[in-house]
């Protein structure tokens, strides 16, 4: 088929390794299906390690410092155009169902159609968090500790519907096309309420504790090591609420069992698309729009440049896809963009750097490409820029010393190589090797700008301050 129908699906907050095809503790049969079928890129790294951001870049195909959604308060407009408007305007029919994090959806997004979307509140997200570093701690922060165990919340019932809403789209369309959709669940973010049904796969002592578990638990000496490092934690600070090591792995379990509901939920939707028979011309691709510490090196949620938080699942099956392939080939959500203008016959565009995953699916061991991420938000005291290239991560700091891990001497990230001394060389080939990407001082500097500018626009920094209020639970649209 030379246009075949285009589908990406999008959890939130899904680490790389919460996959059964990636890891032996975390039951998720239906990705598992799709990788079997397809090809499972094992290195992609989201954009940015925060939702507004990195849903911009896998719309775009462009770096955060492109787009300038640096923050969950600079929602994507519409502008630059996205995948979806390339493909409309080839003729798709592009339809969009479930969360996009957006501005609004009076927005022109790219999509003839948005079912059940989620954009950012009141199309301005929350603003404070571009007061950092000196932002107030964030409102309900303890809600991730708090809002947990075995029931049902408003996210699973969104998502649930998000399933059941795609597969009805799906039996009443699935024989036009071409057409696409980007079906985007809110799990397995928290509040980290699970339905009972999922219990009993997960008894206590089945999930591990973090491969870098300290006791009590608290953050990890390597992180308070670093000013940015530390600061960010110093602001999140979410250790602050677990008690002891069942308490972590109380949290893990709940994860992994959510997890395995969005599993539940993706395979709804597969299963939609092949009683409408179109699993054969349909390429589907599952990603995550960034990870999950979960407890490693001491860390939760998300915003840090380990592995845990930017690193996520990559699968990709159907036309141009080899069956059963596990790719090591370095991967962005730069990438997704490619793929589709690829799977639609249109030229790529030689303004993004993102590479067409029907080119990558080959590249079975690690390739030289390199790819970076970018956070300015919530907590940061600077602007921080990651490169993942070869076998090194190198991290830049903007303003202080940048960091380097060796991912296959030390996969936990525990031994900063820059204190040393002795990898100089390495520091500085990264370093330029990163600003063939982008000048990270620039980046950072840029992001302060536009984000005092518009801090300004809203009535200035105490009238942000005394606007600010996190919901506990992120309101959800109804299906």
Same mark, same amino acid.
């Given at each position: 088929?030379?246009?075949?129908? +285009? ?31 397809? #090809? ?16 911009? $870049? ?121 057409? $696409? ?30 491969? %870098? ?15 940015? #490092? !530390? ?9 602050? +609420? ?16 959510? %997890?395995? +509901? ?38 939760? %949620? ?6 845990? $938080? ?5 699968? !990709? ?14 991967? $962005? ?51 921080? %820029? ?21 991912? !296959? ?71």
């Amino acid at each position: 088929m030379s246009q075949p129908n +285009f589908i990406v699906i999008c959890s939130d907050q899904q680490r790389w390794d919460a996959l059964g095809a990636a890891s032996a503790h975390v039951d998720t049969p239906n990705l598992d299906r799709l990788a079997a079928r397809g #090809t499972r890129f094992s290195t992609c790294y989201c954009a940015s390690p925060i939702c507004v951001s990195s849903r911009a $870049s896998i719309a775009t195909g462009f770096d955060v410092h492109r787009t300038r959604c640096w923050s969950s308060a600079q929602p994507y407009t519409g502008i630059p155009d996205s995948w979806h408007h390339a493909l409309r305007d080839a003729g798709y029919r592009t339809v969009s169902v479930g969360k996009l994090h957006y501005r609004s959806q009076d927005d022109d997004n790219g999509f003839v159609e948005e079912i059940m979307p989620t954009h950012v509140i009141d199309g301005k997200g929350y603003p404070f968090v571009m007061l950092r570093p000196d932002a107030k701690k964030m409102d309900g922060i303890e809600d991730f500790v708090d809002s947990v165990g075995w029931g049902d919340s408003d996210y699973t019932r969104h998502d649930e519907a998000v399933a059941r809403r795609a597969g009805e789209w799906l039996a009443a369309h699935g024989d036009e096309g071409p057409w $696409s959709m980007f079906v985007s669940f809110v799990t397995p973010h928290h509040p980290l309420i699970v339905p009972e049904r999922f219990r009993d796969a997960y008894p206590p002592d089945r999930v591990p504790l973090p491969d %870098t578990y300290v006791a009590p638990p608290d953050k990890h000496p390597s992180v308070q090591a670093h000013p940015a #490092t !530390a600061g960010l934690e110093g602001n999140l600070h979410y250790a602050r +609420f677990f008690r002891d090591e069942a308490h972590v792995r109380e949290l893990r379990t709940y994860y992994m069992a959510l %997890t395995s +509901f969005l599993d539940e939920c993706v395979g709804r939707v597969l299963d939609s698309l092949e009683a409408a028979g179109r699993l054969d011309d349909t390429i589907v691709l599952f990603t995550s729009d960034h990870g999950e510490m979960l407890g490693d090196l001491g860390l939760w %949620t998300k915003s840090y440049m380990y592995e845990g $938080s930017v690193r996520v699942p990559l699968i !990709a099956a159907g036309p141009g896809f080899p069956s059963g392939i596990v790719s090591e080939a370095t991967c $962005s959500h730069l990438d997704i963009h490619a793929t589709a203008l690829r799977a639609a016959g249109l030229a790529l565009d030689e303004t993004r750097t993102g590479r067409a995953l029907q080119d990558a699916a080959g590249l079975v061991a690690p390739d030289d490409r390199s790819v970076i991420s970018g956070y300015h938000d919530y907590g940061s005291i600077t602007g921080t %820029t990651m490169l993942r290239w070869k076998s090194w991560k190198y991290v830049h700091h903007a303003g202080l010393a940048p960091q380097l891990f060796d991912l !296959a001497a030390d996969p936990t990230e525990i031994h900063d190589l820059v204190p040393g001394g002795q990898h100089q060389h390495i520091v500085a080939a990264c370093a330029e090797e990163m600003r063939r990407h982008v000048d990270p001082d620039l980046a950072s500097a840029q992001a302060f700008e536009d984000q005092h500018a518009l801090i300004e626009a809203l009535g200035g920094r105490e009238a942000i301050l005394n606007a600010a209020e996190l919901p506990a639970v992120t309101p959800m649209a109804k299906g």
